[in-house]
């Protein structure tokens, strides 16, 4: 079975651009949560979406915002880019949001000179 | 806010060597992960502990769970060079969304 897929793999942008990255759950997984990572620091949680619904959101500005479609597959925006976005960008999947396990993707590096 | 501190951030040791990751968080839970993540990729699932005294134990790694305490180990046996990797613990705050607080990340060498 296919894991969770990410795109693209490399992504390089200027500042004041947007990004849209996207993500592709296990299947049979119904909720999806985006992590931004920063080189040397752990992950921190953006978004996590269930059933097309925003199910939590962590301390991020507005810049940022996701969408989940009817396949479960799901979209990260991030608006006016600043080079402190430059990080790995990490989906997980899950059955449910309460699911015991969450299932990180290869991620989205992404890159803003 | 949750507070998520590993200690230490960085281990260098020695094949053949035993060792232990500290993880303490600042609120309560009784869900904490353990994963690994090699340069350049993503997090790869070790341990899933979902209650208080969990023990888990997969080849030379070790995790526990003390939600009394708020404190989780990795304990590793007898280090081989493979197990050179950055090790993250993270605690899951649950509210209504499975939200996951990562620690800073141990970055551990095994030197030959």
């Known amino acids: 079975d296919a894991g969770v897929t990410q795109s693209p793999t490399h992504l390089i942008k200027t500042r004041g651009q947007h990004v849209t990255l996207r993500c592709s759950p296990i299947s049979g997984h119904k909720s999806v949560s985006w992590y931004q990572q920063v080189l040397g620091q752990g992950p921190q949680f953006i978004f996590q979406y269930y059933e097309k619904e925003e199910r939590g959101r962590g301390n991020f500005p507005d810049r940022f915002s996701a969408r989940q479609f009817p396949n479960y597959s799901s979209e990260l925006n991030v608006n006016a880019l600043l080079l402190g976005d430059s990080a790995l960008y990490l989906c997980a999947s899950n059955v449910t949001p309460l699911g015991n396990e969450q299932y990180f993707g290869p991620g989205t590096r992404l890159t803003v000179t | 806010e949750l507070k998520v501190e590993q200690n230490p951030l960085f281990l260098s040791m020695q094949e053949g060597k035993n060792y232990t990751i500290y993880c303490n968080y600042s609120?309560?839970?009784?869900?904490l992960y353990w994963y690994r993540q090699d340069p350049g990729k993503s997090l790869e699932s070790l341990f899933v502990?979902?209650?208080?005294?969990a023990v888990k134990q997969e080849g030379r790694l070790m995790a526990s769970l003390d939600t009394k305490a708020r404190l989780s180990t990795l304990h590793i046996t007898a280090a081989v060079h493979d197990l050179s990797a950055t090790y993250f613990c993270a605690v899951d705050i649950n509210q209504g969304a499975q939200k996951l607080v990562f620690g800073q990340g141990t970055r551990l060498t095994i030197n030959p």
């Open positions: 609120t309560t839970s009784d869900r």
């Open positions: 502990l979902l209650s208080n005294g």
